[in-house]
């Protein structure tokens, strides 16, 4: 009796299919499902139509079979409908939910009868447990739906005028009035709250926007609710991690809505306001207290300890889990990162470390590096950028050291996948973070050592070697070919190779670098990646390379060298030979043509230096020479100007020595004599100028006396400055190098690198100890890295993953440190206030007697007190 008709054709469908339950269906489908397929027949296994598994599928189908299929506001509440069910046992949060449904039904401008849903409802799940299905479940998803449809229909049709209502009050105010709003809703937050006044330390301007932002949100969760939730859940989230207390909430609503009452007299705008702004402190009330954890009140003292007690009673196979991920609803959000970017940085570490600390039981190893790795791919990029301090931390927790030795080597494991290999199988960009940081620290790190070197070993030397040879073939044949042969006897024969040589330098070599640079260009100016030299000259990106600046100017020197060739202005004139180059009209090229040529040359040599990065030692000396050469020019233009005003003074002097008649003469003579190149019987007729003499002297004591000596000093102390480094600037080369080779590296050759490493393989840790994958082992020698201390922690007992780890064994060094010092100083004030207490028994006339007994007795309650403290 009262069953909605559309229930009682739910049951009559359903008890047909009951009683043909015998025909060809699927075993075990659900009754609802079993009758579609028999209605259906052969046509739907040609449409190959789904069988519905799910609530959400059954629910679709039986109100498609019911009549219902054109009702949209079904789909609407269907997709609120887990969250209602899974929170039926909590009042307050099944009214945010039917809350939020009522905005999202608000949108929808059909006829909405709630009935149907129950009837919908309820055939769909008798249709997927009949057996477990009775009257005690019928009876409980009735009361259910009652509760919420009570809900609803309360609020059905108010959003829609609140909406307009508010609206209106929000296009109503003027500038005066929103000038009032922002100033007074904290005035009156903060008199009802006064302890509110200690977590809004922004200043006013911030406080204004706040407040701006607020009016805002109450306007759109009206128009976009769903959206508004997912928002206010993350804001929510972040306060968490601010340890803002929720009872600061409701009289800060309370003063916003006291404000707007002062600005309308429109009831339904103040109701909207209200209604609106209410909602919102609950999805964040209950945000954050979904959201605080114990981890993360631990991360708000940035305590490392406070940290280690908060992850203690966690539960060991959920512990890497509380470390990196906090869901409320849709909106998650990582004590990890959060640590990171609110500065608590010694919380931040203690979380690494932990995560990263090997823990196990006879059963399991426990390990959080997948989990870190998996939950934040970028982790390395985040922590170059924004804690480079605890990067370290990380590398060394990757590294898993045996304390044992056999034959003088040691186990040790690497566990660098994630390092090598992202999430979808390729190339990570682990290194090339580590290369963008530029620390020559961090890159000779160990573990950043070993995965380097294996890319550059495995994949990166060989591409690397096979593109230089051209290199170094076409410098060869430019030496030969401008260096070699034309100082050799001109024959028929000689100047057909030389010609040769030199159109493949034209076609292969400058062709090759032309295309290399235009590439470039193109592919900078696509992306717009423009760096300003002066801040003002736009420059390609790809030119802050030293290599591409060569690259390009031995382009435009082969261009003039071609342009300029000798040969091809002999062709008329070619003097009984095939090809000729000493002719009249090439004459006037010559000088163009030679200079370029030796320019093109030196370009050659430099760009050959680049092969360097082959030998890390060979590459550290060339870098460490390159980064003195600041020193060099700092001479050198000491130098010119010491010699220019040597030069203009002596040009002043009343003297007859032509070799300093002049700025341009003197300057060139002082430049000979600088280099010692100056013609020794000059020095004759300087002998005859007192003066001059005298001035040359100085000149020779301040540029060979005083500047270089001071350029002997300066490169010493910057070679020591960066001698340090040196190899970690090699390596930062490399690896600049090897991230651009393996980019390019094809499918099929990266999967066979990733296969020989083996990292889905378990690792030993000792012998017949099978640990984990992940990782690479290598034998060190053992004097290498000694170490005493086994890095696993054991633990015997129970191996469920329920339970936390029995305590650990904690720093005892720093604690007898605070123990001695809180002895001290307890000791230091009961003497303190003993003396204090002798001297005026004393004045009063007391006998020293007490004096004593007082000092005694005083000195009796330090030793036991400190008795107490030592036992």
């Avoid at 009050?169 to 000038?179: A, K, N």
């Avoid at 017949?768 to 004097?783: K, N, R, T």
Wanted: net charge negative; hydrophobic share 45%.
């Amino acid at each position: 009796p009262g069953t909605p008709g559309g229930a009682k054709r739910a049951t009559t469908f359903n008890d047909q299919t009951e009683k043909k339950k015998n025909d060809k269906s699927e075993p075990g489908t659900p009754g609802g499902a079993q009758t579609f397929l028999r209605a259906s027949g052969e046509a739907s296994k040609q449409t190959g139509m789904k069988v519905p598994t799910t609530f959400n599928e059954m629910f679709l189908f039986n109100a498609a079979v019911m009549g219902f299929g054109d009702s949209p506001w079904m789909q609407m509440v269907l997709q609120q409908f887990d969250k209602i069910v899974t929170n039926v046992a909590n009042s307050y949060r099944l009214q945010e939910e039917c809350d939020v449904l009522s905005l999202v039904m608000a949108k929808y401008k059909g006829t909405i009868k709630l009935s149907e849903f129950k009837a919908v409802m309820l055939a769909s799940l008798r249709s997927l447990v009949p057996k477990d299905w009775d009257s005690e479940h019928e009876v409980a998803w009735g009361w259910l739906w009652e509760n919420v449809e009570r809900m609803l229909k309360s609020l059905m049709g108010k959003p829609a005028i609140q909406e307009k209502a508010l609206e209106r009050l929000i296009l109503s105010l003027t500038e005066e009035s929103v000038g009032y709003l922002r100033r007074e809703v904290f005035k009156r937050f903060f008199a009802l709250a006064p302890a509110g006044q200690d977590y809004f330390k922004q200043s006013t301007t911030r406080l204004y926007w706040i407040a701006d932002k607020i009016v805002e949100m109450t306007m759109e969760m009206y128009r976009e609710p769903k959206k508004m939730v997912e928002d206010i859940s993350a804001l929510g989230l972040r306060h968490v991690g601010y340890a803002i207390p929720t009872e600061f909430f409701a009289p800060f609503v309370s003063g916003a809505v006291e404000v707007m009452q002062n600005l309308t007299k429109d009831d339904v705008a103040e109701d909207a306001f209200r209604w609106s702004l209410t909602l919102i402190s609950k999805v964040l009330v209950r945000t954050i207290m979904e959201g605080s954890t114990i981890v993360m009140k631990a991360i708000n003292t940035n305590n490392a300890k406070a940290l280690q007690k908060a992850v203690a009673v966690s539960p060991r196979g959920k512990r890497a889990i509380e470390l990196l991920n906090i869901t409320v609803g849709t909106q998650s959000i990582s004590p990890l990162y959060w640590a990171i970017e609110s500065g608590s940085l010694n919380t931040a570490e203690a979380m690494i470390k932990d995560l990263l600390t090997i823990r196990a039981d006879r059963d399991n190893y426990y390990y959080g590096c997948d989990d870190l790795f998996e939950r934040h791919p970028d982790i390395i990029q985040k922590l170059s950028t924004d804690a480079e301090a605890i990067l370290p931390a990380l590398l060394d927790g990757l590294i898993w050291r045996s304390r044992m030795a056999l034959h003088g080597q040691r186990r040790v494991n690497y566990y660098v996948k994630h390092l090598i290999v992202d999430a979808d199988g390729k190339f990570s960009k682990a290194l090339e973070w580590l290369v963008d940081q530029e620390d020559p620290k961090v890159i000779c790190h160990l573990v950043v050592v070993l995965f380097a070197d294996l890319l550059w070993q495995r994949l990166a030397m060989q591409d690397f070697v096979l593109s230089k040879l051209w290199l170094i073939f076409t410098v060869s044949v430019f030496t030969v070919s401008q260096s070699v042969l034309p100082h050799m006897e001109e024959t028929g024969e000689l100047l057909i190779v030389i010609f040769a040589l030199r159109m493949l330098i034209y076609t292969g070599s400058l062709g090759m670098l032309m295309a290399k640079q235009v590439k470039e260009f193109t592919k900078d100016l696509k992306a717009r990646n423009v760096v300003y030299v002066a801040g003002k000259i736009p420059v390609p990106q790809y030119l802050t390379e030293w290599t591409q600046v060569a690259s390009l100017v031995l382009v435009i020197m082969l261009c003039i060298i071609l342009a300029e060739e000798p040969i091809l202005y002999c062709l008329g004139d070619t003097q009984g030979l095939l090809f000729n180059y000493s002719c009249p009209a090439a004459e006037t090229h010559l000088e163009i043509y030679s200079n370029c040529s030796m320019i093109a040359a030196l370009l050659y040599w430099m760009l050959v230096t680049d092969i360097s990065i082959i030998s890390t030692r060979i590459s550290s000396y060339v870098l460490v020479a390159f980064r003195v050469l600041s020193e060099l020019f700092l001479f050198l233009s000491a130098i010119i100007f010491v010699t220019l005003a040597f030069a203009t003074s002596m040009s002043s002097l009343n003297q007859s020595t032509k070799d300093f008649a002049g700025v341009s003469k003197s300057f060139m003579s002082l430049i000979e004599i600088f280099l010692s190149m100056y013609p020794t019987s000059h020095y004759e007729y300087i002998m005859e100028e007192p003066v001059l003499l005298l001035t040359i002297a100085v000149f020779n004591t301040v540029c060979l006396i005083f500047l270089l000596t001071l350029l002997v000093a300066q490169i010493n102390t910057a070679y020591g400055a960066i001698y340090d480094d040196m190899l970690g600037y090699a390596r930062l080369n490399r690896g600049r190098v090897v991230c651009d080779i393996v980019a390019s590296v094809s499918n099929k050759r990266w999967e066979h690198f990733v296969a020989s490493l083996k990292l889905d393989g378990n690792l030993e840790f000792n012998e017949g100890d099978v640990g984990f994958a992940g990782g690479i082992q290598v034998l060190e020698p053992s004097g290498l890295h000694p170490t005493t201390q086994e890095q696993i922690r054991r633990f015997g007992g129970s191996t469920s993953p329920a339970l936390h780890w029995p305590a650990e064994p904690t720093d005892d060094e720093d604690n007898k440190f605070e123990r001695l010092e809180k002895l001290v100083t307890r000791a230091t004030k009961q003497m303190t206030g003993s003396r204090s207490r002798s001297s005026k028994s004393k004045s009063g006339g007391g006998s020293s007697m007490s004096g004593s007994g007082s000092e005694s007795q005083s000195g009796s309650q330090i030793s036991s007190e400190g008795g107490s403290d030592k036992a």
